[in-house]
Structure formats: C-alpha cells, structure tokens
C-alpha cells in the first residue's frame, strides 16, 4: 500500500529509512508497558534509533518483562540501555568493583549499550576511562554524558569530558539537558560554543524535561526547534517522549508548525 500522501516529497531532506540517515533520536522509557511500546513503535519506530530505559528503573522490572522489552527494542533495530544514573548507584553503593558484573549483567538482559554518566556521582577522568574500556570489553555500545544535573558545568570542561570520552572510544557523547537551560529558558550561546568546538555527529542533546526547575512543555518543544534551526535536521536529540516521535520528525522535515527550512529565520 501506498504510504499517505506519496506524491508529497520529504524524502530528499530527510529519508525514512534509517541507513544512512543523519540525525540520531532517543526516546526515554519510564516504564511504558510493553503492549504500549509495541504500538508506538508500529506507528512510528522508523523514527527512533535509540531507548533509554530510565534511570535505575531496569532494577525494578520482573526479569520477563525487561527480557521482552529489549527484545522488542531489538527487533525494531534500535539500541536500548538502561539509564546512567543506574549506574552510577551501583559505583555508590557496591565500588568500582562492581562495574564488570553490571556490565555482564546489562549485556545479559539483552541491552545493547550502556551509559555512562555523572549526574550525582562524579566520576574522575580515570575512572570515566577505565569504564568505556570494561563496558567495550564487555561487547556494550558506550554513550558517555557530561554535564550535570543540578549545577552548571563551564562550558570548556564540557567540551574538554566530551573529547576526552570520544578518543576514548564511546560511540557517543550525550550532553546532559540541563545544562543548557538557564533561568528557564534555552542557553543558546552555550550551544554554540558546543555545536562549533565538537564533531555534532558524534554528540546528541538531550531535551530536558519536568525535573529541571522551570522546564514547561512549551520550553521543550522550544527548544527542540531551537536546535534544529542551529544544528540542523540531523541534530541528534535525546530524551524524546515516544508520545511526541512523529511531532519531532515533522520538525526535522518541515511539516511542522514552524513550515519548511527555507521558512525558518
């Protein structure tokens, strides 16, 4: 069957198909119930790439149910890891020592990747490399995030952890949403300094969300926008809503409401 209205080009600007397709998307899982997860990505898991199985709710699911939701993720080619802050529990309470069995373990239930992060429990340089290469040992894809949630980090260290985390072999840097919200509203000179200074393929943002302090549903389609404009449709972008996949991909093809790219100031 005919896709919808076929005679109406967006392929040009920006292919269904994920080969070869810039502009990466994560959506974030807080617990969708699998029937649920299943019927989003029917509708739209063409225009996904990755899952974020939310902090450290992976911990909480029955082993079946997790089994089945990394399964389903797999089977729509996306890669799927559980949430940083997971980790970086893990590194709280138990030491580093418990690093290579939470990656066999993240391996086991069928994850793909991991992410390493230091939101609440900062980690050294050391420390940050010494888990990319036990997560690469391990077969794990590495997504390293900087940036912090609860406090600003200067925008050159931003970029210093960034680097650092790709020569040491993460397949990708996400930069933690906060940092780029100040007094409610998007940091867009921040942005800048970021999107000039690193390989924009290689690093996705991530939208921020409810528990950032002054963060509306306004803000994030805002700044979602924002983004596209500056970087472009293939910006890579994280912490999506499975609610809002199609809504982001009519922003990146310009059948949104702010019309096609050459509308946009």
Same mark, same amino acid.
């Given at each position: 069957?005919?896709e @919808?209205?076929a005679?109406?080009?967006?392929?040009a600007? =920006?292919?269904r +198909?994920?080969?070869g397709r810039?502009?990466?998307?994560? /959506?974030?899982? #807080?617990g969708?119930?699998l029937a649920?997860m %299943?019927? &989003?990505?029917?509708?739209?898991?063409?225009f996904?790439?990755?899952v !974020?199985v !939310?902090? #450290?709710?992976a911990r909480l699911?029955p082993?079946a149910?997790?089994?089945?939701?990394t399964?389903l993720c797999?089977e *729509?080619?996306?890669?799927?890891?559980p %949430? #940083?802050?997971?980790?970086?529990?893990?590194? *709280?309470v138990h030491g580093a020592e418990?690093a @290579?069995?939470?990656?066999a373990?993240?391996?086991?239930?069928?994850?793909?990747?991991?992410?390493?992060?230091d939101? /609440?429990?900062?980690?050294?340089? %050391?420390e =940050?490399l010494?888990?990319?290469a036990g997560?690469?040992?391990?077969?794990l894809?590495?997504?390293s995030?900087?940036?912090a !949630? *609860?406090e600003?980090?200067d925008?050159?260290?931003?970029?210093?952890?960034?680097q650092?985390?790709?020569?040491?072999g993460a397949?990708l /840097?996400l930069?933690e949403a906060?940092e780029? /919200?100040t007094?409610? =509203?998007a940091?867009l000179?921040l942005?800048?300094?970021?999107?000039a200074?690193?390989?924009?393929a290689r690093?996705m943002?991530?939208l921020?969300?409810a528990?950032?302090? &002054?963060?509306?549903p306004?803000?994030i389609? %805002?700044?979602?926008?924002?983004?596209?404009?500056?970087?472009g449709p #293939?910006v890579?972008?994280?912490?999506?809503a499975f609610d809002?996949l199609?809504?982001?991909e009519? +922003?990146r093809?310009?059948?949104?409401?702010?019309g096609?790219? &050459?509308?946009?100031?």
């Amino acid at each position: 069957m005919a896709e @919808p209205f076929a005679f109406i080009d967006v392929a040009a600007l =920006r292919p269904r +198909a994920r080969a070869g397709r810039a502009g990466l998307t994560m /959506v974030v899982d #807080g617990g969708i119930p699998l029937a649920r997860m %299943g019927d &989003g990505l029917a509708l739209a898991g063409d225009f996904a790439d990755l899952v !974020k199985v !939310k902090v #450290g709710s992976a911990r909480l699911y029955p082993a079946a149910a997790l089994l089945a939701k990394t399964a389903l993720c797999r089977e *729509h080619g996306l890669a799927v890891f559980p %949430g #940083g802050q997971f980790l970086e529990y893990a590194l *709280h309470v138990h030491g580093a020592e418990v690093a @290579p069995a939470y990656f066999a373990e993240t391996a086991r239930l069928g994850f793909t990747a991991v992410e390493i992060s230091d939101n /609440v429990v900062r980690l050294s340089d %050391g420390e =940050r490399l010494d888990l990319i290469a036990g997560a690469r040992a391990a077969g794990l894809g590495v997504l390293s995030e900087v940036g912090a !949630k *609860h406090e600003a980090t200067d925008a050159d260290e931003l970029i210093r952890q960034a680097q650092l985390s790709l020569d040491a072999g993460a397949d990708l /840097v996400l930069v933690e949403a906060a940092e780029f /919200v100040t007094g409610g =509203r998007a940091d867009l000179d921040l942005l800048a300094r970021v999107t000039a200074a690193l390989d924009m393929a290689r690093v996705m943002i991530e939208l921020p969300g409810a528990w950032i302090p &002054g963060v509306t549903p306004s803000l994030i389609d %805002g700044m979602s926008k924002a983004l596209i404009r500056a970087v472009g449709p #293939g910006v890579n972008l994280g912490n999506v809503a499975f609610d809002d996949l199609v809504e982001l991909e009519c +922003a990146r093809v310009g059948l949104g409401t702010e019309g096609p790219p &050459g509308m946009r100031g």
